[in-house]
């Protein structure tokens, strides 16, 4: 069917899908839509090999499902490799559906075998009516634009050349050509939402709009117009990361449409988490709302170990801080080094002449004569007073923090050093003012402190 494998070839140029002498991996289940895909692009001339991925889920049919594709392949002069995987034990070890499992599988062995082949492009046998499906349960889940633009056509190095073509175009393709192809008898099952949309909803919707899935296509494709416009205003020239923390400054952030809010706030996440999924509509409004009119140290929960709090002037966005500050005091050698796993830090104290001191925030560099008796680390409490460098009266630690902006959430992780009754340094912060280095100093004690390594005792 020339018709066929010409709406293929405008599809593949429209998106600039394929360039000139590039190899495509064709994913080949075995399945109508994935062998019309394979004998199109060879019959255009294209480049190509295959794979095929065995979910290990439905047995002597899978195997043979593996050996259709494989014989089919070679029937063309093509390469195709074979992929396994236990797609059951990992939804059950990860905790999610089957057929997540097995999208995140799939994906995963055809990259894999990309990157075996050397190939430069991953083409999958994505349907229009594919498409309809997935903007329809997607409209269903209540998405916004990004997830009512459906399927891309091109997503990195994945394409999808049958994305104008329907599932009945495909048969009747397989029919006139003398394809075989496998049947998958999961598809009907009705206990996965996607067969139900297919076979109970569409239909019922089709009374009513015989048209459905050019209509849903239609409405992916003006979406995603839509989407990559909107994307293209965020602004995030002053938006911070910092490995899996984010931040963002509020004035940005609040000066913003509420619709571009949104859009940078679930950037943001995406980098501290690795990914928006399960990141609810809610959610991202809790944030907004927090952003906009929550007071200072407020935290909001998001998935996947992650909060979002909002600091003096910024959100933040990163790791989930653990709240319960481990308690007890933790005596320093003047002379040698600590590890603090509780604290999840090394202090190191060397007694010097040496009277220079340091703007490196994790030094401190104290007058010797001026302590008094044992050096202890601890947290800070209740009541806490120091006289901060600078200053001439001691301030609660507590004053002190608020002036100096520091996050309600992270004060009581901060490690206090004290000699004898008084507080010497609120590390990474300031030293007392009565412990500082003068004309008239001695010695010092050097006090440096780092993160602990993995595996450091």
Request: hydrophobic content about 40%; glycine content about 8%.
């Given at each position: 069917?020339?018709?066929?494998?010409?709406?293929?070839?405008?599809?593949?140029?429209?998106?600039?899908?394929?360039?000139?002498?590039?190899?495509?991996?064709?994913?080949?289940?075995?399945?109508?839509?994935?062998?019309?895909?394979?004998?199109?692009?060879?019959?255009?001339?294209?480049?190509?090999?295959?794979?095929?991925?065995?979910?290990?889920?439905?047995?002597?049919?899978?195997?043979?499902?593996?050996?259709?594709?494989?014989?089919?392949?070679?029937?063309?002069?093509?390469?195709?490799?074979?992929?396994?995987?236990?797609?059951?034990?990992?939804?059950?070890?990860?905790?999610?559906?089957?057929?997540?499992?097995?999208?995140?599988?799939?994906?995963?062995?055809?990259?894999?075998?990309?990157?075996?082949?050397?190939?430069?492009?991953?083409?999958?046998?994505?349907?229009?009516?594919?498409?309809?499906?997935?903007?329809?349960?997607?409209?269903?889940?209540?998405?916004?634009?990004?997830?009512?633009?459906?399927?891309?056509?091109?997503?990195?190095?994945?394409?999808?050349?049958?994305?104008?073509?329907?599932?009945?175009?495909?048969?009747?393709?397989?029919?006139?050509?003398?394809?075989?192809?496998?049947?998958?008898?999961?598809?009907?099952?009705?206990?996965?939402?996607?067969n139900r949309v297919r076979h109970d909803i569409m239909p019922a919707l089709r009374q009513i709009q015989p048209n459905l899935t050019a209509v849903l296509c239609r409405l992916a494709e003006i979406m995603r117009g839509e989407e990559e416009y909107l994307e293209s205003l965020v602004p995030t020239g002053r938006v911070q990361v910092r490995e899996s923390e984010v931040s963002v400054p509020l004035a940005e952030l609040n000066g913003l449409p509420v619709a571009l809010q949104r859009r940078l706030l679930r950037r943001a996440i995406a980098a501290a988490k690795g990914d928006a999924r399960e990141v609810e509509?809610?959610?991202?409004?809790?944030?907004?709302?927090?952003?906009?009119?929550?007071?200072?140290?407020?935290?909001?929960?998001?998935?996947?170990?992650?909060?979002?709090?909002?600091?003096?002037?910024?959100?933040?966005?990163?790791?989930?801080?653990?709240?319960?500050?481990?308690?007890?005091?933790?005596?320093?050698?003047?002379?040698?080094?600590?590890?603090?796993?509780?604290?999840?830090?090394?202090?190191?104290?060397?007694?010097?002449?040496?009277?220079?001191?340091?703007?490196?925030?994790?030094?401190?560099?104290?007058?010797?004569?001026?302590?008094?008796?044992?050096?202890?680390?601890?947290?800070?409490?209740?009541?806490?007073?120091?006289?901060?460098?600078?200053?001439?009266?001691?301030?609660?630690?507590?004053?002190?923090?608020?002036?100096?902006?520091?996050?309600?959430?992270?004060?009581?992780?901060?490690?206090?050093?004290?000699?004898?009754?008084?507080?010497?340094?609120?590390?990474?912060?300031?030293?007392?003012?009565?412990?500082?280095?003068?004309?008239?100093?001695?010695?010092?004690?050097?006090?440096?402190?780092?993160?602990?390594?993995?595996?450091?005792?």
């Amino acid at each position: 069917m020339r018709a066929f494998r010409e709406r293929v070839a405008a599809t593949i140029s429209r998106h600039e899908m394929i360039a000139p002498g590039q190899l495509v991996l064709v994913a080949l289940s075995g399945g109508a839509d994935s062998t019309a895909l394979l004998h199109a692009l060879e019959q255009l001339g294209h480049r190509l090999c295959a794979c095929h991925v065995h979910h290990g889920l439905r047995g002597a049919e899978a195997d043979a499902d593996a050996r259709h594709a494989v014989a089919f392949a070679a029937s063309l002069g093509l390469a195709c490799a074979e992929k396994r995987a236990d797609v059951k034990s990992l939804a059950k070890a990860r905790k999610l559906s089957l057929e997540t499992a097995a999208r995140e599988v799939r994906y995963a062995l055809l990259e894999e075998a990309a990157r075996e082949l050397s190939a430069d492009r991953i083409a999958t046998g994505h349907t229009a009516d594919d498409q309809a499906e997935t903007v329809l349960l997607h409209l269903l889940r209540g998405a916004g634009p990004a997830g009512l633009a459906g399927i891309p056509p091109v997503r990195g190095n994945i394409i999808r050349p049958l994305l104008d073509i329907t599932r009945a175009e495909v048969q009747e393709y397989c029919t006139t050509e003398r394809l075989s192809y496998r049947e998958d008898r999961s598809n009907r099952d009705r206990r996965f939402t996607r067969n139900r949309v297919r076979h109970d909803i569409m239909p019922a919707l089709r009374q009513i709009q015989p048209n459905l899935t050019a209509v849903l296509c239609r409405l992916a494709e003006i979406m995603r117009g839509e989407e990559e416009y909107l994307e293209s205003l965020v602004p995030t020239g002053r938006v911070q990361v910092r490995e899996s923390e984010v931040s963002v400054p509020l004035a940005e952030l609040n000066g913003l449409p509420v619709a571009l809010q949104r859009r940078l706030l679930r950037r943001a996440i995406a980098a501290a988490k690795g990914d928006a999924r399960e990141v609810e509509f809610e959610r991202i409004e809790a944030v907004v709302e927090m952003a906009g009119r929550g007071g200072t140290g407020a935290v909001i929960e998001l998935p996947g170990g992650v909060e979002a709090r909002r600091g003096y002037g910024e959100l933040v966005i990163g790791k989930r801080v653990d709240k319960r500050a481990p308690e007890g005091e933790w005596e320093v050698s003047t002379r040698g080094r600590i590890c603090l796993p509780e604290l999840d830090l090394v202090m190191t104290a060397e007694r010097s002449e040496d009277t220079s001191v340091s703007d490196d925030p994790n030094v401190a560099v104290l007058d010797a004569d001026r302590l008094e008796g044992t050096l202890r680390v601890r947290l800070w409490k209740p009541g806490d007073r120091f006289v901060p460098l600078g200053l001439s009266e001691p301030v609660k630690l507590q004053d002190y923090f608020v002036n100096a902006k520091v996050p309600r959430v992270r004060r009581h992780s901060i490690p206090i050093v004290e000699s004898g009754s008084e507080i010497v340094w609120v590390v990474g912060h300031r030293i007392s003012e009565r412990h500082k280095v003068t004309a008239s100093t001695c010695r010092t004690i050097r006090l440096h402190v780092r993160p602990i390594r993995q595996g450091e005792h």
